[in-house]
């Protein structure tokens, strides 16, 4: 079973445009890691961000991390059409397994 | 240096066949998963190795799945008497230690039960 849910289920955006996603968990973690992923194949791992971390960077990425509410957010600046693709945040409670959300789809239109 | 590799990239079987699929983990890393994908659904959790022995096996769904790793490297993931509702694509991914660090994915193999 999954543990995450993502809003919105789908994006579609214009080139430049921020992207925003939210995930929500039911559960206490260890970390949050997001991930993208293009046509349905490999994952390619984007940030980490650990239970005792608020808010976290890298490049255009932001996320942050709010324990109390069980949720997180992956905010994109300036988007690219390079951007387009499905993105899963995943939790690690006490196990190492990670566990996905279902994705939100993200369209950057030119 | 090079990522997670897994081979076939594409398998195409009928009901009621074995297939094997295997996962070269990054050199180095200790801890490899397995996942598998269904269409539109996010990768769910299938099993766990921590060296040669699995460290958790409770994703996979019935004793017709079963993997190895006998060396502590490369990784096959074993289906018997396949079924159609094995249809997905099987994820591969490793980590340095296993220690709630970043999981590392590959490519994928696409399974298609006939």
């Keep these: ?55 976290k960077h890298s490049g255009r990425l932001r996320v942050t991390l709010d324990t109390s509410k069980k949720s997180s957010s992956l905010l994109i600046t300036a988007s690219r059409a390079a951007d387009t693709a499905s993105y899963f945040c995943a939790t690690t409670q006490g196990a190492q397994k990670l566990v996905f959300g279902q994705g939100t789809r993200l369209t950057i239109n030119p | 240096g090079a990522g997670v590799s897994q081979t076939p990239s594409n398998k195409v079987t009928e009901k009621g066949k074995y297939v094997e699929l295997r996962c070269d983990p990054i050199s180095g890393h200790t801890a490899l998963y397995w996942y598998r994908q269904s269409l539109g659904q996010g990768p769910e959790f299938l099993i766990y190795f921590q060296g040669t022995g699995a460290a958790d096996d409770s994703g996979l769904p019935n004793d017709r799945f079963f993997a190895v790793r006998p060396e502590g490297s490369v990784s096959t993931l074993k289906i018997q008497r396949t079924e159609r509702g094995d249809s997905a694509v099987y994820l591969c991914a490793s980590s340095l230690t296993g220690l709630g660090d970043t999981q590392y994915f590959g490519p994928g193999t696409r399974l298609t039960v006939l």
Aim: hydrophobic share 25%; proline share 2%.
């Design chain 1, 1 to 55: 079973s999954q543990q995450g849910e993502e809003d919105p289920q789908a994006l579609s955006i214009q080139e430049g445009e921020n992207a925003t996603m939210n995930c929500s968990y039911k559960t206490s973690i260890n970390n949050l890691q997001w991930y993208r992923q293009n046509s349905g194949r490999g994952l390619v791992h984007l940030i980490l961000i650990r239970s005792n971390e608020r808010e």
